[in-house]
């Protein structure tokens, strides 16, 4: 995800999962509360943290050890082209492109024959 990746750490309040995104989104999770935003430092991750419920100073240790091993495509302000069209389906370029030119042929020969069977 793709900076759709996420880590999930241990605290002294439960387990934090931290999601990474596209365009520094971040989303974290712990015991039932989340919160998002964008974070372009890891003092922003630590702040992030404490919102859902982490001790501050955990948090900005927390923040600061974890903001390291984010996905490096996480900065990226937007998909390059093409990207998100054949990487979203996790298959092969070449397979999704295939797919994407021969699935409407495809329709288009169920269309013909039903045509014919039912006149």
Request: include cysteine; charged fraction near 20%; aromatic fraction near 10%.
């Amino acid at each position: 995800m793709a900076a759709a990746t996420g880590t999930i750490e241990i605290t002294s309040v439960g387990d934090v999962e931290v999601d990474y995104a596209y365009n520094r989104w971040v989303l974290a999770q712990c015991r039932g509360r989340s919160a998002q935003r964008q974070c372009r430092t890891s003092a922003d991750l630590g702040e992030l943290l404490i919102e859902i419920g982490v001790p501050m100073r955990e948090a900005r240790e927390l923040g600061a050890r974890i903001w390291s091993a984010r996905p490096a495509d996480a900065e990226m302000r937007a998909a390059r082209p093409w990207e998100a069209m054949w990487r979203g389906t996790g298959l092969k370029p070449g397979t999704a492109i295939m797919i994407a030119f021969l699935g409407p042929v495809f329709v288009a020969i169920l269309v013909v024959a039903l045509f014919w069977l039912l006149y």
